[in-house]
């Protein structure tokens, strides 16, 4: 069975600092998928990695995936407030016809 | 606009009522998947559905139930309703592979259960 952990699950931090949000998951999978969802609102698509090495860069967000680890980061620099919110990833399972598998969420508060 | 539209975006009820929740999915998009969040909670899985049939379940409740139709919009049908059904219901659309943009959300249904 596929399992998606994130952590931490809740992160508050000042503006300006830079953190890191993991995404280990348990079986192989060369698709992973980073959502963003503010309090209330739908899911946004940030990044879709597809391949072992592949990172993505959008502002001041940065994902990467290691498939040999199982691994992906989402890596924030300088945060400012804007950013806060909710951060999904999500495993496509190939031996369930790539249905998305999600992690918990890591809630990000970013303080002024 | 994400493409999904999903109605109504709020909806009251009473508990032991019935409700039928709709969503469109993104043109061209072949798979619908319905989820439900609770406050504050991740997303539960309910159930998919490929070009009209049901492709995969989740943690879908009896009282549930789903369907999509030829023209591909599908409904989530959720009965005997109780206060813990309150949610937010979305509704994703995707290719038959979630490949090069995963899945697209709609906006979501607010369900509170008085």
């Known amino acids: 069975e596929l399992k998606v952990e994130q952590n931490p699950l809740f992160l508050s931090m000042q503006e300006g600092k830079n953190y890191t949000i993991y995404c280990n998951y348990s079986?192989?999978?060369?698709?992973l998928y980073w959502y963003r969802q503010d309090p209330g609102k739908s899911l946004e698509s940030l990044f879709v990695?597809?391949?072992n090495g592949a990172v993505k860069q959008e502002g001041r967000l940065m994902a990467s995936l290691d498939t040999k680890a199982r691994l992906s980061t989402l890596h924030i620099t300088a945060a400012v407030h804007d950013l806060s919110a909710t951060y999904f990833c999500?495993?496509?399972?190939?031996?369930?016809?790539?249905?998305?598998?999600w992690g918990a969420g890591t809630k990000l508060i970013i303080k002024p | 606009d994400s493409g999904v539209t999903q109605t109504p975006k709020h909806l009251i009820t009473a508990t032991g009522q019935r409700v039928t929740l709709r969503c469109s999915p993104r043109s061209g998009d072949l798979s619908v998947y319905w989820y439900q969040q609770s406050l504050d909670q991740g997303l539960q899985f309910l159930i998919q559905?490929?070009?009209?049939?049901?492709?995969a379940k989740g943690n879908i409740l009896e009282r549930f139930s789903a369907q999509q139709f030829p023209d591909l919009h599908s409904e989530l049908n959720l009965s005997s309703l109780e206060l813990g059904d309150s949610a937010l219901y979305f509704c994703?659309?995707?290719?038959?592979?979630?490949?090069?943009?995963?899945?697209?959300f709609g906006s979501g249904t607010r369900l509170t259960v008085v």
């Open positions: 990695l597809l391949s």
């Open positions: 994703a659309s995707s290719l038959s592979t979630p490949s090069s943009y995963g899945y697209t």
């Open positions: 559905y490929y070009n009209g049939e049901e492709r």
């Open positions: 999500a495993v496509a399972y190939m031996d369930s016809n790539y249905q998305l598998i």
């Open positions: 079986t192989t999978s060369d698709r």
